[in-house]
């Protein structure tokens, strides 16, 4: 069973666009995450849900909103994208404050 | 604000050498957390150490964590082609909950046989 998952795997669009990325984990964990990799491996926090709220918001532009259904998902929808919105997007879970799982990531390509 | 910093950046080992990345923090860490992240893969938790001067083995993985509670290393002892990929630090974040993580920008490692 698929601890974390997410869908697309890719996703290729065009700037302007909106989209969205599924997140689901089915470990029971409390807080849910979105983190951002740039093309150099950096792995940057965007947002953290705990129990359907949200308890960080990083400096990420307000284009970026993450929704939860409820405790097992965390979407994350993306308006407007941009150049520069390119990356591999991770959602992670915890049982918070101990370790992450990361689900498989959505590679996110504009043009 | 709170920063991770990692070295280094790559490197480069004949398989049989041994491997280690530093990791810095610019504020004291309640802990700090290894992850490891194949080509192409997601990061995988490899532990969690909370003790200052804590030493921790995984097989060939030695983890420490400094006294200060501001840095820590990952040393592997004869590397093999399966330790390729990139090994990150992280530390809990300054948030209130203190659930994000600060991940350092990680080491790449290369291994030819």
């Known amino acids: 069973d698929t601890a974390v998952s997410q869908t697309p795997k890719y996703l290729v669009t065009q700037m302007g666009n909106d989209k969205s990325i599924k997140c689901e984990q089915n470990l029971g964990h409390d807080t849910m995450y979105w983190y951002k990799q740039d093309s150099k491996k950096f792995l940057k926090i965007m947002f953290s849900y705990n129990n359907k709220e949200l308890i960080i918001n990083e400096t990420v532009p307000n284009r970026f909103s993450p929704k939860s259904p409820d405790k097992a998902h965390l979407n994350l929808h993306i308006n407007s994208l941009e150049l520069g919105d390119s990356a591999v997007y991770f959602c992670a879970s915890s049982l918070s404050p101990y370790e992450q799982y990361f689900g498989p990531g959505t590679r996110l390509t504009v043009t | 604000g709170q920063q991770v910093m990692q070295i280094p950046q790559y490197q480069h080992v004949q398989e049989g050498e041994d491997f280690t990345t530093y990791c810095n923090s610019s504020?004291?860490?309640?802990?700090i957390q290894w992850y490891k992240q194949r080509p192409g893969g997601h990061p995988v938790f490899l532990i969690q150490?909370?003790?200052?001067?804590e030493v921790k083995k995984q097989k060939r993985l030695t983890f420490q964590f400094g006294e200060a509670k501001k840095n820590s290393s990952l040393h592997i002892t004869a590397t093999q082609t399966t330790d390729v990929g990139t090994y990150f630090c992280a530390g809990p974040g300054t948030d209130q909950a203190g659930t994000a993580l600060i991940f350092g920008k990680g080491t790449t490692l290369s291994v030819s046989s």
């Open positions: 504020t004291t860490l309640s802990n």
């Open positions: 150490l909370v003790k200052s001067g």
